[in-house]
């Protein structure tokens, strides 16, 4: 059977901790090894687990930060095959017996996320359900790869790795911006394709300490500036740029993609106090412009709940291909 290497990184996981170790230890594919890495816990969390499976191990990370700690467990894996789980979250039963099962029914396929529950103790506002509802919908490698500029289509605790992909990767880096998404746009950087099997596999709690609420490196501008870098410096867009949204999304990202050195020629925008004038020195035109726009990728920076399915319908009635002649970024 194959040996599946968790790596759970841990800072304070408090009393999250001891439910998502057993939500690993009794998965359905019981071939495991679980490296719980302390990243510098000053609770008793880790401490406080029983010690009873030999699959458990403990290790202390190298560093300091979820990076290093990630890095740390990876270097100790033996296993061909490489799971993310967080501290704080529930991988339901058979999680790790059907990512397997899914990438070896598609050899062509590096990594597998999964799909989510997302929960919190207080309940989910409605933006969090919309959330949930997008990454459920973003499984094959198309479609995750036409999302991947929107937000990262794959929850990080999920992530199902071939080693030899993740070692391809140089596992996760430390850059200014959150290093999961900036390991999927380099993974899609290098042609590794990314799918999801259908079941939700993991329920992702929500909670206040989550570091996507408390880091910077997690922050809005954060994830423009690494969207903004691979655009540029992977996919190569570089010339000829027209923004759809002249608002203050748009705005940022054009300083942000000039930053990296490309062009901008104009932008397009919907508000018509906005159409005629100028932003950042550039025109602003009627969305009309975009359908006709051929000299270079429409990069779409709105992300009013709502607008992009009204936006694809109008670009692609025009003729126009998503991924091809025009992204989502927002």
Same mark, same amino acid.
């Given at each position: ?5 968790v790596?759970?990184p ?8 001891a ?7 009794q998965?359905t594919?019981?071939q495991?090894?679980l ?5 510098r816990?000053?609770?008793c969390?880790?401490t406080?687990?029983?010690?009873t499976? @030999?699959?458990?191990? /403990? !290790?202390r990370? =190298?560093g300091? *930060?979820?990076v ?7 270097? $100790?894996?033996r296993?061909?095959w490489?799971a993310r789980?967080d501290?704080?979250d529930?991988a ?10 899914y ?8 990594m597998a ?6 929960f919190a ?5 409605d933006?969090?359900r919309?959330y949930e509802a997008w990454l459920?919908r ?5 479609q995750?790869?036409r999302?991947l500029?929107?937000?990262s ?16 990767l ?8 959150p290093?999961d998404?900036d390991?999927?746009?380099r ?7 990314m799918?999801k @099997?259908e079941?939700v /596999? !993991?329920?992702? =709690?929500?909670? *206040? ?9 997690? $922050?809005r ?11 540029v410096q992977?996919?190569g867009?570089r010339k000829?740029?027209?923004i759809w ?8 990202f ?11 020629s104009a ?9 005629g004038?100028n932003?950042?020195?550039?025109p602003?035109h009627?969305?009309?412009?975009a359908?006709?726009?051929?000299e270079?990728?429409?990069?779409v920076?709105?992300?009013a709940?709502?607008?992009r399915p009204?936006?694809?319908r109008?670009l692609e009635?025009a003729?126009r ?10």
């Amino acid at each position: 059977m194959d040996l599946i290497s968790v790596i759970m990184p841990v800072h304070n996981a408090g009393d999250h901790l001891a439910a998502a170790v057993a939500s690993i230890l009794q998965q359905t594919h019981r071939q495991l090894e679980l490296l719980l890495v302390d990243d510098r816990s000053n609770d008793c969390a880790i401490t406080a687990l029983p010690r009873t499976d @030999p699959r458990l191990q /403990l !290790l202390r990370a =190298r560093g300091s *930060g979820v990076v290093d700690a990630f890095n740390t467990g990876l270097a $100790a894996a033996r296993g061909d095959w490489i799971a993310r789980m967080d501290g704080d979250d529930l991988a339901l039963p058979e999680r790790l017996a059907v990512q397997l099962a899914y990438l070896q029914e598609h050899p062509q396929l590096a990594m597998a996320g999964a799909c989510v529950e997302l929960f919190a103790e207080g309940g989910l506002a409605d933006g969090n359900r919309h959330y949930e509802a997008w990454l459920n919908r973003q499984r094959t490698p198309e479609q995750i790869r036409r999302a991947l500029f929107t937000e990262s289509p794959m929850p990080n605790p999920t992530a199902f790795f071939r080693r030899q992909a993740l070692l391809a990767l140089g596992g996760y880096a430390d850059p200014d911006w959150p290093e999961d998404y900036d390991l999927f746009l380099r993974a899609d950087a290098l042609g590794m394709a990314m799918g999801k @099997p259908e079941p939700v /596999l !993991l329920r992702w =709690r929500d909670h *206040g300490q989550r570091l996507t609420r408390t880091s910077d490196r997690y $922050a809005r501008l954060a994830f423009q500036r690494a969207k903004a870098h691979y655009l540029v410096q992977a996919r190569g867009l570089r010339k000829n740029l027209l923004i759809w949204g002249a608002g203050p999304s748009g705005r940022d990202f054009h300083d942000l993609l000039l930053a990296e050195g490309a062009q901008v020629s104009a932008f397009v925008d919907v508000h018509p106090r906005r159409i005629g004038g100028n932003k950042r020195g550039l025109p602003v035109h009627a969305i009309e412009a975009a359908a006709a726009w051929s000299e270079g990728m429409v990069l779409v920076a709105v992300g009013a709940r709502g607008a992009r399915p009204e936006i694809r319908r109008f670009l692609e009635r025009a003729g126009r291909a998503e991924g091809k002649d025009f992204l989502f970024i927002a």
